[in-house]
């Protein structure tokens, strides 16, 4: 402990003259500290500020990590504390000085102080200390899992095993009479041992079998003798409380560091595989016994096929939550897989559904179902290494619902390129066989003009009638053939492009879902929803002009040879009317481009228009506008046809080229064999050739058309472009938050909502701790909803930063934290569906729990009153329901998961008072941390500090009372509607 200069007595004090006649003042300069374990006293803080900090004490006495704690602001107490005589001093409780004057009080003086102004002043400053102490204490801990009984001086309440119990606002003494109880959850509580114990908004009990407790107040404790020892008793159970918080943090800090490693090594081993892959070395997982490890890794082999690497380590074991087991969601999560569940009914192991996981019935072990290269499934079994294929009987051992994943697009910026090489992984087989199928069509298909050719040259002269019908018999066997090969190489084509639409439409939505909220800011709703459907126009084009133009491809290739073999002239003519076919067809796909390119914004905006027409159908109904919209519409839509008029024609007079092409450039063969020296073709060669002239120029149409579907991809490509440029907002260099206690920092942040625009906010700093109720108030435009958007990580400061729990929101995979915080917006909607499936929203909630979460809105009554109750069914824009009625559905929809922090932008706007109160105090019996924007009074009014914005800053901050002294802004506010 840092010396203390005494200074001169008397010496003007805050507190009354009794209590600062019980010790002698002293100045503490800056950065000063005083150990406050392993005293007994008090100490008054009369000036400047005391940081309470605690110190990890290491054996050989040197000080460690400092975690802090509270700020005792003048006028406020210190107080001594003892160990108890059965737990070690691990810790040490250090208040270090900010220019603080402190006096040490006597304890004896004050057990005999009788002045009763003293005695009320050193009550309230016992308060403060207690509760800065259990607030800095409690964000250690696990977030409530349920609303507390609320606790009141001079009441008596029983809780039952598992509930909670705690103080609604200010300080409560509890009695636990019987029965027994644990504070914060974790340290126990006996009625011989605790008779009273103090209760913040920031502390609970939890209660065990045949707990009865009673509330006293801190101004009935002051009048007796008692109160110092039980104020020794609270430090006690506190510092228990505290080690086990500590030995919390540390380890949370050993996962931190931990997952850091298991990032990196993971990265070594991605590269490492990599490498192996080269030269088919990838070893599958190893085996566990670890059920969630076995999870694991049924999950890494199922993925497997699909690209998707899961190593299979502690950090998805760490992962899981202290009171379940792993579950695949938390896998999916980690990985940021979509997954999603699937029924397993009548012969489906006979069928190819793709890698799933599925549990045995006897035992729930995970496993590994993967189609193997004969289109089987085999089972692999997380416990061991090995693999076995998939029988009706082990079929019918597994349960009915497995797990079936999504492959995600690839991080970063996109082409069309990576969505093709993505959707056909894995698939050479299907395209071997199509290929495969394509090419023995193709020989087959030479059978008729080589058959053609021997009848007319052999058969006809010869009159071999027997081999006439044999010819007959040849040419039926090979349309049969070439039709089984046709067969084959179609439902080949057909697999390869359900599994490519599967994968790339599910790949597409699932980036949609990941893109950052400033990037649907850009376009509207029925522009971005036909940009997206392009994406599949995309590849449906793509894979099919890809495909069909390999396989004509290949028929042309065997009959260009073939025309080669009987008139090289000939053949030559008719490559170059292959490549004037190509060239037209390039000629007329490029005079449609800048048409279609206009045709694809048109009906992007037409979508839009149309959208919005229908949404807003009421409003134009009221303004008598249903004309004036129709006549908008009309004009795009005249425009839209416009272009593909223009198309139309141009298309028109390229059919017209083709069917003129076909006859023209037969008689241009005709006469190169005509006039071709030394042609001595007889009449069975130059039907074959004729005959595979046909099918040559058949393949040569067919590749022309490709050609101009090319370009018509060209203008949808520009179209799909942004969505693949766009990058997600949460990538694997993001760290995951861990649970949140709800501290929220905002430090000097500045944002714009363009380069050139106007600060919105401009240097904004406010600051809520745990579990506090933050009040945001001010005039229209100020930044108060801005600030809301970046809370939630929907738009990035341009200079200072937004903390939570002290790490960066940058820094912190955005999507994790937003699970942790419940939001209710003043233009929130209802979604089509059930009452239960509203507040569900997108949580794991029970219907129990939808029932409390109701219940804290004050909406159960009216649920409870309608036809269905929970299951009652609601319609797009929920005309059924009040504004009221639709607020609290979605503020019960925002506290069902239990949130770490709420987000309220004028939430209770539509809401009586009566309403709002029940609400109120609902919300404040929730260890969750409230930042909202009101207007009205009666919800600012409890707040524990409210931040007044003025111009992007906060011009004045307070609590009610305060503010309201101050006559400033806030006062301005307020009388608007006092008057």
């Not at 006495?61 to 691990?90: C, F, K, N, Q, Y």
């Not at 939550?321 to 009914?345: C, G, M, N």
Request: hydrophobic share 50%; with cysteine.
């Amino acid at each position: 402990m840092t010396s203390q200069a005494p200074l001169p007595s008397p010496f003007p004090s805050p507190f009354p003259l009794a209590l600062a006649q019980a010790g002698q003042p002293s100045a503490m300069p800056a950065n000063d500290s005083l150990v406050l374990t392993g005293e007994a006293g008090l100490w008054l803080v009369e000036a400047g500020e005391m940081d309470i900090f605690a110190v990890d004490r290491h054996t050989d006495g040197i000080l460690g990590v400092r975690r802090h704690l509270a700020t005792v602001v003048a006028p406020g107490l210190m107080a001594g504390m003892e160990w108890p005589a059965d737990s070690a001093s691990p810790i040490e409780i250090v208040a270090i000085s900010r220019d603080a004057r402190v006096r040490r009080l006597d304890g004896g003086a004050l057990l005999g102080l009788a002045d009763a102004a003293a005695l009320a002043a050193l009550g309230r400053a016992l308060e403060r200390w207690i509760a800065g102490l259990t607030a800095g204490l409690a964000r250690f801990f696990a977030p409530r899992s349920a609303a507390i009984l609320p606790l009141a001086p001079g009441a008596t309440i029983e809780v039952a095993a598992g509930a909670l119990a705690g103080c609604p606002r200010g300080l409560v003494w509890v009695l636990v009479s019987a029965g027994s109880a644990r504070y914060l959850g974790v340290e126990t509580l006996l009625a011989a041992e605790h008779p009273l114990i103090p209760l913040t908004t920031d502390s609970w009990l939890t209660g065990d079998e045949g707990l009865t407790v009673a509330g006293y107040s801190t101004d009935g404790l002051m009048r007796t003798a008692h109160w110092w020892p039980r104020v020794r008793i609270f430090h006690h159970v506190w510092l228990r409380a505290l080690v086990r918080s500590v030995a919390q943090a540390a380890k949370a800090e050993e996962w931190r560091l931990e997952k850091r490693a298991d990032k990196t090594r993971d990265a070594i081993d991605g590269t490492l595989t990599r490498f192996a892959r080269l030269v088919g070395e990838v070893q599958k997982p190893a085996p566990s016994h670890d059920p969630d490890n076995a999870l694991a890794i049924a999950c890494a082999i199922a993925c497997q096929p699909l690209g998707i690497t899961i190593e299979a380590s502690p950090l998805l074991a760490r992962r899981r939550s202290a009171d379940r087991p792993l579950t695949i969601e938390d896998i999916a999560r980690v990985t940021r897989l979509r997954v999603r569940r699937v029924a397993l009914r009548g012969d489906w192991w006979r069928q190819d559904l793709g890698p799933l996981v599925g549990f045995s019935d006897d035992d729930g072990q995970p496993v590994a179902l993967v189609p193997g290269r004969d289109g089987r499934y085999r089972v692999h079994r997380g416990t061991n290494d090995r693999d076995e294929p998939l029988t009706e009987a082990l079929a019918a051992g597994l349960q009915m619902m497995a797990w079936s994943f999504y492959a995600p697009l690839p991080e970063g910026r996109l082409t069309i390129r990576d969505l093709l090489r993505m959707g056909i992984r894995n698939q050479t087989a299907d395209i071997a066989v199509a290929l495969a199928a394509g090419a023995a069509g193709g020989l087959l298909g030479l059978a008729l003009p080589l058959l053609t050719s021997w009848v007319f040259r052999q058969i006809i002269p010869g009159h071999l009638e027997s081999q006439l019908v044999q010819v007959g018999l040849a040419l039926v066997m090979a349309a049969a053939a070439s039709t089984i090969f046709k067969i084959v190489g179609d439902v080949a084509l057909l697999r390869i492009e359900g599994r490519v639409a599967g994968r790339l439409q599910a790949g597409i939505i699932d980036r949609l879902l990941r893109l950052p909220s400033s990037f649907f800011n850009t376009y509207s709703t029925g522009d971005l929803a036909l940009r997206t459907l392009t994406v599949e126009a995309v590849r449906k084009a793509l894979t099919g002009l890809v495909l069909s133009s390999a396989m004509a491809g290949v028929f042309s290739l065997f009959s260009f040879a073939l025309l080669f073999w009987y008139q090289p002239a000939a053949a030559l003519v008719a490559g170059v009317l292959f490549l004037l076919v190509m060239g037209v067809s390039t000629f007329v796909g490029a005079r449609q481009l800048k048409a279609i390119y206009e045709g694809e914004a048109i009906s992007g905006n037409i979508n839009s228009l149309v959208l919005q027409i229908v949404n807003g159908i009421p409003k134009l109904r009221i303004a008598g506008a249903e004309d004036r919209a129709f006549v908008l519409w009309g004009k795009v839509f005249a425009e839209l046809r416009g272009r593909m008029v223009r198309m139309r024609r141009i298309a028109n007079a390229y059919a017209v080229f083709l069917a003129g092409y076909d006859i023209l450039s037969l008689a241009v063969v005709f006469l190169v064999i005509a006039l071709a020296a030394g042609s001595d073709m007889d009449t069975g060669a130059f039907l074959a050739f004729v005959s595979a002239f046909s099918m040559f120029m058949s393949s040569t149409t067919q590749m022309g058309r490709a050609v101009i579907q090319c370009f018509n991809v060209a203008p949808m490509v520009q179209r799909a472009q942004p969505l693949l440029d766009a990058l997600p907002e949460t990538d694997a260099s993001k760290n995951d938050p861990g649970q949140l206690t709800g501290g929220i920092e905002v430090t000097g942040v500045v944002f714009r909502y363009d380069r050139e625009g106007p600060k919105v906010l401009n240097g904004l700093s406010l600051t809520a701790g745990a579990g506090q109720f933050i009040a945001l108030v001010g005039p229209s435009g100020c930044g108060k909803s801005t600030l809301m958007k970046l809370l939630l990580g929907f738009e990035q400061p341009e200079a200072g930063g937004i903390f939570v729990d002290g790490h960066d929101l940058r820094t912190l995979d955005v999507q994790a934290v937003r699970r942790q915080v419940g939001v209710v917006l003043q233009s929130g909607r209802l979604m089509p569906g059930t009452i239960y499936e509203n507040i569900k929203g997108a949580s794991e909630a029970s219907v129990d729990d939808a029932w409390q979460a109701a219940a804290m809105a004050g909406m159960d009554s009216d649920i409870k009153a309608m036809p269905m109750g929970m299951h009652t069914v609601l319609t797009e824009g929920s005309a059924a329901l009040s504004g009221g009625q639709i607020q609290r559905l979605l503020i019960a929809r925002a506290v069902v998961a239990r949130p770490r922090l709420l987000l309220f932008d004028e939430a209770t706007s539509a809401l009586d008072n009566l309403t709002q109160a029940v609400v109120t105090e609902s919300l404040s019996r929730l260890s969750v941390t409230r930042i909202a924007i009101a207007h009205r009074l009666s919800t600012v009014r409890d707040a524990d500090r409210i931040y007044v914005l003025q111009e992007g800053r906060v011009a004045e901050s307070g609590t009610y009372t305060e503010l309201m002294a101050r006559n400033g802004l806030f006062t301005e506010l307020a009388r608007r509607q006092l008057t």
